[in-house]
């Protein structure tokens, strides 16, 4: 066992989960915003490997888990970046305000 106790890892997601909670909230970068979404995902992956290891019935599921979380967030990243350079080819911006429609 480990010296740090669960609340310690709840409390570092929980910070992790506000930070970028407000980023993606309050920033006008996509580039920003994307980045705030992969810091709360990271924030879920912290909890379910804590949960996976000091829960009821300690197993491997939360780590299964986490790693499909990763999967996901990397598909994510791919994906949302190659939309914003499809549309930094056609706006000129990464603004969020300014990315109304799709069209020109």
Known sequence: MSGVPLSAYLVLA??????????????????IVLICIEL?????????????????????????????????AAAEAAVGLAILIALYRNRRTVNIDEMNTLKN
């Open 40 to 72: 709360m995902l990271n924030a879920v992956n912290i909890n379910l490997v804590a949960f996976s290891k000091f829960g009821i019935a300690p197993s491997i599921t939360g780590q299964v888990f986490s790693l499909f979380t990763i999967t996901v």
């Open 14 to 31: 929980l910070i992790l989960f506000c930070i970028g909670l407000y980023g993606a909230l309050t920033k006008r970068n996509t580039v």
